[in-house]
């Protein structure tokens, strides 16, 4: 389950809003709030300060919490792999425990879905 996803399940008031709170949206980052309000066609962020109280949006904060420890990792990383190519005995051990976790995990994560068949693949000539 990807944030993007479950974005596109939302109104798209919601969808908006959430996009430019968390500059998501390449577009909306420079809006203001005045901007917003006039797009969304609100007087107030009254109903979506509100909304903000609600477990889908605490879920949908999760799930962009969840995408930025992945960036995090991989700059973590990318520092420790410099380090241990230079010799760190610190970084060498933390290097190959790194890669010993990821490996674990991506064991543990199964794919979400199945193979898709093309409906030309399923057609006899």
Known sequence: MDI???LNK???KKKEYFLWKFKLNMYSTDKSEEELLRILDLKSFASMRK???SPEYLTLV???IESQIAKDLEKVYQVVQ???ITGDEKSIKL???LQKQVR???KEVKPTK???SNVYDELEL
């Open 4 to 6: 993007y996803s479950q």
């Open 10 to 12: 939302l109104p798209w």
């Open 51 to 53: 909304w903000e109280r």
């Open 62 to 64: 999760n799930l962009y």
């Open 82 to 84: 410099e380090k241990a």
């Open 95 to 97: 290097l190959l425990d």
């Open 104 to 106: 674990a995990f991506n």
């Open 114 to 116: 199945q193979h898709e």
